[in-house]
């Protein structure tokens, strides 16, 4: 099973931005669907972003679409996660996850793998 470990979060002032990274290991990469997840407290996990297996598929949730964009780097086992205009309603803890199928409005029950998590709070 694959190992994912996130980095990037942080505290950040509404309208900025940060990065999150996703580095994976113990797997083929490349043949992962990679997914970000979040959950703000007393909240379900829900679905961010997912990217396929070479990254020229994407899908966002609605609610991040416009402001956030995901991408992958198979050459370095990696997931990333560009926030700009950060929201309020954007802090929460952010998750990578790792699937071996694709879907645009994926489940956390879709993906067999994941990270610790990194906090991400945006502050007025």
């Known amino acids: 099973q694959v190992q994912l470990v996130e980095s990037g979060g942080g505290l950040v002032q509404a309208g900025g931005s940060l990065r999150l990274s996703c580095a994976a290991s113990g797997g083929t990469f490349s043949r992962l669907v990679m997914g970000w997840f979040r959950q703000a407290p007393g909240k379900e996990r829900e679905f961010v972003s997912v990217?396929?297996?070479?990254?020229?598929?994407?899908s966002y949730a609605e609610s991040v679409k416009g402001r956030f964009s995901i991408s992958r780097d198979n050459a370095k086992n990696t997931v990333y996660l560009q926030m700009n205009f950060l929201k309020l309603e954007d802090t929460a803890v952010y998750f990578c996850a790792a699937s071996d199928k694709w879907g645009s409005n994926p489940s956390p029950r879709d993906f067999g793998s994941w990270g610790q998590g990194t906090q991400v709070t945006v502050s007025s």
């Open positions: 990217i396929g297996r070479s990254g020229t598929i994407t």
